[in-house]
Structure formats: structure tokens, C-alpha cells
């Protein structure tokens, strides 16, 4: 039975906590935050756990054997770093950390200790992603053109991160996961509409060695809620709805094709393409519960997560990127290949 700590009561606490709970080889030992009426509300949900406000309890309690960080970005470092001097093994809320070098650390650091260090990815457990990887990996959609995401709606303004390291952070965990090939280099422009906070509304495109393309678009203030996702390939082409309800992906029969035949050279060089449309079945478990049970069989038997160290750096590293892009108004920044591959 693995003993784990929970570190933080917010927004997502509450459904990580319900998770580990529910999964029969981890119990949760403990729950801390700084907030004693939030440990309140833990205490009726999970009574079995002691709660804290003293984060320090969690690493001075030597039967626990892992740390779930689920606080503000700013604070992630700092407590996953001490977690991990502790000797516990480490799943941490996404964005990893709040710099690449950060991130950097706590990989170098987890490797050193042998311990796991795990990122909260959830979106590369669902069933729905997980069988775009599939689709990609069989080959089914041919060469992969571009990769065209949406995801907006009005709200939830964050306090420590822009829109970018909030929502876009999705995307790209997502697209680094399913994709062939991993961006060379980002472009963004983004705007903020409220005095004196972060970008409410932003724009990626990421540039690879390939022709393939990828675009994300992330908004705070739509008055819609859009979670939606387009990836053209030269056979066939996806749409996936993060929304719907029983067809979250559905593949397209459709594309284009090229006349090369030099007797045609006088006739639409274009053809096009429209075949059948099929909506692939997936199974309903909660993502968050395959994570929660992918982090404990790594904490088992000392494998690596899917959704790891290196994986949680990826994203940074192009969430950094896209910062510093929009800062110089679009300017291309290149990603450092050796990291993001």
C-alpha cells in the first residue's frame, strides 16, 4: 500500500484526493494547506487522512511515500524540490514549474534519487487522446499536415500564470504527445485586457522540421466554452470534441490528391476527396484515475511515468518560448532541440 501526501485543498485538490482515495493499493495519510477552512471541508470527505497546515508534516512523516502538489505554479519548485530531498516520489500539478530551469533541476534531481517524478498531464490519460495516438501510430491519417486547436471560455482567471501556462499547457502536452515529431520553434502574440494582469487571450504556432504545422488558440474571456481539436494528415483527418458527449473523436474519410500524370496536366491537378466518417468507441473511466493509478505502479516498481519529468519539461520549455515571443510582439524563438525531443 502506497502512503500519499496531498499539498493543497483548492481547485484540483478535492478531485486528486477523491481519486487516490478511491484507488485500492494508495491510501491518503495526509492533506495540508495553508488554509485551515479548506482542511475542513478534506476532513468530512476524506476522514481517514490527517490534516495540516504545516507542509513540513508531510516530510517529517516517514510513512509517507509520495507527494501530490496540487498549489499555485509559483510554488511548485519550491515544494517539489523539498519533497524530493525528503526521499518521496512526486506527482505535481501542471505547468511543472513556473521556468525550464526549474524544471531541468527537478528532473536532474528525481534521476539522482531515484525517485519518480511525475506531471499532472491529465489530458494524455483520457481515451480520447490516447486513441489519437493510436490513430497516428498506425499510420491510418497518412502524413500529418497540421495540428489546429481551440480551447476557450470566460474564466478562470488565474493569479500567477497568463492564459498561456493555463490553458495552452493542455494543448501541448497533448500535441507533444500524439504527434511524430516535436516543434523546432514557437511564435506568439498575445493580449491582456484587464489592468494589471497577465495576457487574457493568446495565439501559438509552432514550427517544425517537417511541413508540419501546429496552431493553438486560448482565450479567458469568450463567451463560449470551446475544447476543440483539428489534425490533418494526408489520408484522413480527426476531429476530436473535448465536449461532446458520446463521440468525442470522430475520423474523416476526406483529403486531396495531386495529379502528376503528364496527359492530365491539362486538367484540375486537385482532386478531392469525401468518404465515410466513423466515431471510434471509447471506454468512460476518468482520466484522472488512470493517472492516479499509473502514479502509484510507478511508485511500485520504480518505472517511468508516461507523463514524466522530461515530458513536464517539453512543455515548459515551449510555454517559456511562447512568453518570450509575445513579449517581442510574434518574434520566432527557436526550442532547444536536444530538450523538447
Not at 497516428?136 to 480551447?151: E, K, M, T
Not at 520504480?302 to 512543455?315: C, F, H, I
Amino acid at each position: 500500500m502506497i502512503n500519499i501526501g496531498i499539498v493543497g485543498y483548492g481547485y484540483w485538490g478535492p478531485n486528486l484526493v477523491r481519486n487516490f482515495v478511491e484507488t485500492n493499493r494508495a491510501q491518503v495519510t495526509a492533506i495540508s494547506d495553508l488554509r485551515p477552512e479548506r482542511l475542513t471541508t478534506a476532513k468530512m470527505r476524506c476522514p481517514a487522512a490527517r490534516t495540516t497546515t504545516s507542509f513540513q508534516e508531510l516530510l517529517d512523516d516517514a510513512s509517507i511515500d509520495a507527494v501530490v502538489i496540487a498549489t499555485p505554479v509559483s510554488s511548485h519548485f519550491d515544494l517539489a524540490c523539498k519533497a524530493l530531498n525528503a526521499g518521496k516520489h512526486v506527482l505535481v500539478e501542471k505547468p511543472m514549474t513556473a521556468s525550464a530551469e526549474q524544471a531541468a533541476r527537478l528532473v536532474d534531481l528525481a534521476a539522482g534519487k531515484r525517485l519518480v517524478l511525475m506531471v499532472d498531464h491529465t489530458f494524455i490519460y483520457t481515451s480520447a487522446v490516447r486513441k489519437i495516438r493510436q490513430l497516428v501510430d498506425s499510420g491510418d491519417l497518412g502524413q500529418i499536415y497540421y495540428y489546429d486547436s481551440v480551447r476557450i471560455n470566460l474564466g478562470l482567471f488565474q493569479t500567477d500564470v497568463n492564459v498561456i501556462w493555463d490553458l495552452a499547457v493542455h494543448d501541448l502536452s497533448i500535441l507533444n504527445y500524439v504527434l511524430p515529431s516535436r516543434p523546432t520553434a514557437v511564435a506568439a502574440t498575445g493580449m491582456c485586457h484587464l489592468p494589471g494582469e497577465s495576457e487574457n487571450i493568446a495565439y501559438l504556432t509552432l514550427f517544425f522540421d517537417s511541413s508540419l504545422l501546429a496552431h493553438v488558440h486560448v482565450n479567458w474571456l469568450a463567451p463560449v466554452k470551446i475544447r476543440r481539436t483539428l489534425i490533418g494528415g494526408s489520408r484522413k483527418m480527426i476531429l476530436y470534441d473535448d465536449l461532446e458527449g458520446s463521440e468525442k473523436i470522430k475520423v474523416y474519410d476526406k483529403g486531396i490528391s495531386v495529379n502528376q500524370e503528364p496527359e492530365k496536366l491539362y486538367q484540375m491537378k486537385i482532386n478531392y476527396r469525401a468518404g465515410d466518417m466513423w466515431a471510434p468507441q471509447l471506454d468512460n473511466t476518468e482520466a484522472l484515475r488512470i493517472e492516479a493509478l499509473e502514479f502509484v505502479r510507478c511508485v511500485e516498481s520504480g518505472s517511468r511515468p508516461l507523463t514524466d519529468g522530461e515530458a513536464g519539461l517539453g512543455v515548459v520549455r515551449i510555454l517559456e518560448a511562447a512568453t518570450a515571443s509575445i513579449a517581442r510582439r510574434g518574434a520566432l524563438v527557436e526550442l532547444d532541440k536536444e530538450v523538447v525531443a
